[in-house]
């Protein structure tokens, strides 16, 4: 394959530019063979738990690990639901299940991409009921306990919590973040009248540091993020085989630790993450700028005044998407999409007996959005290239249509 002209995404120049950072780490590990827990992780943890504004940060070998053990730490298992959206990446509703507990979708804002808290609010007076014999919040559809709603802090954007924490207080919720996109995003709590940061607004969060998200390990990692003493205390169980002191276990646990090495890379990167994040910013205001002589033909991201986003992916809603992807690769453009079937429609969740039609809004932004090539790295002549392609993309389907009428 000819090297494309605008990756998709640039993973090899920020390694190449903090290279030294990163073979010290290495160094220091094979010197010491210091490969599991010790001081880098938790320095690590410290630092990024800092970051997020936040009294515990938890190390864990995926975000898939740390979504899973926020929840079960924060006592989600069997027989309980937990409402999360059906547009995410898998992960959110592996954790969900993982833990013992049964999914339960509610439709996004159409503008946002987020969780809808009007949807959530009429899924909770129309889809639940409350039963007296047990004192709790039961969903109709599945009969389980109603615990738990996980908000996707999607490409980067905040949900919107205000809303969210204020229901869940009202149905006797626990939020669970998945966070594991928006690494540093903020929040404008009018609740509070202060930002607040991702990760640090529900019970607990979970963050992945999967190569490619803003804040990358060299490898898999994630951590688990919370203010809660015990449920921080409780995670750190499960990672570690459910062991307090070795070979004595509380409670069977996981094997689901954040290496020493990759923390050791992860504190090299962290210091860059805020600049990175500005970055990412300014290229999404860049595109917006670009694309708005094409406003009638493409939807750019909407970013509430209430949200300070950190575009890990910049997604813009088009029609004759799939056409318009082929056109751009055929030019050298990467793009992705995220994500082409919505969690309710994908086989592996058929038995939880969804149907097409039952999330409409997620249904079509699946079938219309497309993402763009957004790292911090990208350049004004990349971005201008991206938008001409696009601008002669849309033209002449606008000038095939007139032929056609
Ligand atoms: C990446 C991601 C995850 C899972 O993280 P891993 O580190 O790949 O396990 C979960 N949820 C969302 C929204 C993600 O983007």
Redesign the pocket.
């Known amino acids: 394959m000819t090297k494309q002209k605008v990756p998709f995404l640039d993973l090899v120049t920020p390694h190449q530019q903090l290279k030294k950072e990163l073979f010290d780490v290495l160094e220091t590990a094979l010197s010491t063979a210091g490969f599991i827990g010790g001081e880098a992780l938790n320095r690590f943890e410290r630092d990024f738990a800092a970051f997020c504004d936040v009294k515990f940060g938890v190390g864990v070998s995926?975000?898939?690990d740390a979504?899973r053990f926020a929840l079960m730490a924060c006592g989600i298992g069997e027989g309980d639901s937990v409402i999360t959206v059906p547009n995410?990446?898998i992960?959110?509703g592996e954790a969900i299940s993982q833990s013992g507990a049964m999914i339960e979708f509610v439709d996004i804002d159409e503008r946002t991409y987020n969780l809808d808290p009007v949807k959530l609010r009429t899924y909770l007076q129309t889809q639940c009921e409350f039963d007296a014999l047990s004192g709790h919040l039961r969903s109709k559809r599945t009969g389980g306990r109603v615990g738990a709603v996980v908000p996707?802090h999607?490409y980067g954007q905040m949900a919107d919590m205000d809303a969210i924490l204020e229901l869940a207080e009202q149905y006797h919720l626990i939020v669970v973040e998945?966070a594991?996109?928006a690494h540093g995003a903020e929040y404008f709590s009018q609740k509070e009248q202060r930002w607040r940061k991702a990760g640090s607004m529900g019970k607990a969060a979970a963050f992945?540091?999967?190569p490619g998200?803003n804040l990358g390990a060299c490898g898999?990692a994630?951590a688990a993020t919370t203010n809660d003493p015990q449920v921080a205390k409780m995670m750190q169980h499960l990672r570690d085989h459910g062991q307090a002191q070795k070979y004595y276990h509380d409670v069977e646990g996981y094997n689901g630790r954040l290496d020493t090495i990759q923390a050791g890379f992860l504190s090299a990167k962290l210091p860059h993450l805020a600049q990175w994040n500005e970055q990412r910013r300014s290229r999404a205001q860049r595109y917006n700028q670009l694309l708005s002589v094409m406003a009638n033909s493409v939807s750019t991201p909407f970013e509430p005044p209430c949200s300070k986003a950190v575009y890990h992916l910049y997604v813009i809603r088009t029609q004759n998407r799939d056409r318009l992807r082929d056109c751009l690769n055929e030019k050298g453009i990467g793009t992705g999409i995220h994500y082409p079937v919505p969690l309710h429609l994908q086989k592996a969740y058929a038995s939880l007996g969804y149907r097409k039609g039952d999330f409409p809004i997620a249904e079509a932004v699946s079938e219309e959005i497309v993402s763009l090539p957004m790292f911090p790295q990208l350049t004004l002549d990349q971005q201008e290239m991206v938008v001409a392609e696009l601008q002669l993309f849309i033209r002449a389907a606008e000038t095939a249509a007139c032929v056609r009428a």
């Open positions: 995926s975000g898939t979504l995410t990446f992960a959110t996707v999607l998945d594991c996109q992945s540091f999967y998200k898999e994630g």
